[in-house]
């Protein structure tokens, strides 16, 4: 059974950095692609980052020059470093890895305050 597991959340002030990681067990192959999504109270779910396999990435509009995606392909994890936050970046953050099918982690909550 894959699950996937966040952590690395928590409480920033604006301007300030916060790394997300998430880490898989329960699979024997290397996801094609792995993402970070997240979602804020009454908005729906964004794409934030996504990298591929082999180390190619997007990002949404809004963390262009800001956030970094990379992966382990070998541990089958994924990070996200965030830097400059801004209260807008407040959300649950959701980790993704797709084989097949999409796999997600549970969420873990970061928080910026002004």
């Known amino acids: 059974q894959v699950q996937l597991v966040e952590s690395g959340g928590g409480l920033v002030q604006a301007g300030g950095s916060l790394r997300l990681s998430c880490a898989a067990s329960?699979?024997?192959?290397?996801?094609?692609?792995m993402a970070w999504h997240r979602q804020a109270p009454g908005k729906q779910r964004e794409l934030v980052a996504v990298?591929?396999?082999?180390?190619?990435?997007n990002y949404g509009n809004s963390v262009v020059g800001r956030f970094t995606i990379s992966r382990d392909n070998a541990a089958n994890t994924v990070s996200l470093q965030m830097n400059s936050l801004k209260p807008e970046d407040t959300a649950v953050y959701y980790c993704?890895?797709?084989?097949?099918?999409?796999?997600w982690g549970q969420g873990t909550q970061v928080t910026v305050s002004s």
């Open positions: 993704r890895a797709t084989y097949v099918a999409d796999y």
């Open positions: 329960g699979i024997e192959f290397i996801f094609e692609t």
């Open positions: 990298i591929t396999r082999s180390g190619r990435t």
